[in-house]
Structure formats: C-alpha cells, structure tokens
C-alpha cells in the first residue's frame, strides 16, 4: 500500500488546492506567503510559529484553518477585517500537536489559499 493510497479523502481534497501562485480575490485579497514552514515549538523563539501574509486592501475577515493529515481540523484562527497576517504556534486545543505534516487553508474574499507546512519537535 502507497503512502498516497492510505492518506484519506479529506486531506487528498486539500492537497489539490496546493498552490505557490498568489490568488488574488475579486475585490483586491491576495496571499503573500508563510515564514517558518517548518515549525519547532520548543520554546526558544526561534520557528516556534508559522507566519501568514497577505495583503488585504479591502479590509475583509476571513479564517485560517489547519488540518492534519487525515483531514482533521485541529485549529481555526478568526482573521480580523484589517489584519493583514495571521499566524500559527502548533497548538490545538492549547496544547502542542504532535509532530508532522498539516495543510493550511486561508478563504478570504471567497478566495481559498492552501499548503503545507511541517511541525517538528
């Protein structure tokens, strides 16, 4: 059995909206990029949080959600209208999640952004 054949639905859903391009949103929302793809929540500062950037001219809120790799949401961050990034530090319920890979889902403006990032510890 393949690593692909085992993954579930859910997370295979997510994985065919990866995408490096930028989506840009019909009133002007447009995904930048993540800082710290790779996660190290130990606690020394240093790749403890995953960063989000968009711009976001229009002010609107949206949701970041992350996902582990059986298509179980295990965060959901409010993006406040003005903000203009949001971040991640690994937690789920408040508590640290195990190592791994997780997807990410950005939806703004109707507009959906998604990737993958990895958590070490």
């Known amino acids: 059995m393949t690593l692909l054949s085992r993954l579930s639905p859910v997370f ?3 994985l065919v909206g990866l995408s490096g391009a930028a989506p840009i949103g019909a009133r002007g929302f447009s995904f930048t990029g993540v800082r710290n793809r790779l996660i190290t929540p130990n606690g020394d ?10 711009s976001n001219p229009q002010d609107s809120a949206g949701t970041l959600k992350i996902y582990d790799t059986r298509g179980h949401q295990v965060a959901s961050i409010d993006i406040p209208s003005d903000a203009t990034s949001a971040s991640w530090d690994a937690r789920a ?3 640290l999640v195990s190592s791994g890979i997780y997807i990410y889902v950005i939806t703004v403006e109707q507009v959906r952004v998604s ?3 990895a958590v070490i510890r």
């Open 45 to 54: 500062a240093l790749n403890d949080t995953a960063f989000f950037t968009f």
């Open 115 to 117: 990737g993958a990032l």
């Open 12 to 14: 295979m859903s997510l």
């Open 93 to 95: 319920g408040g508590r």
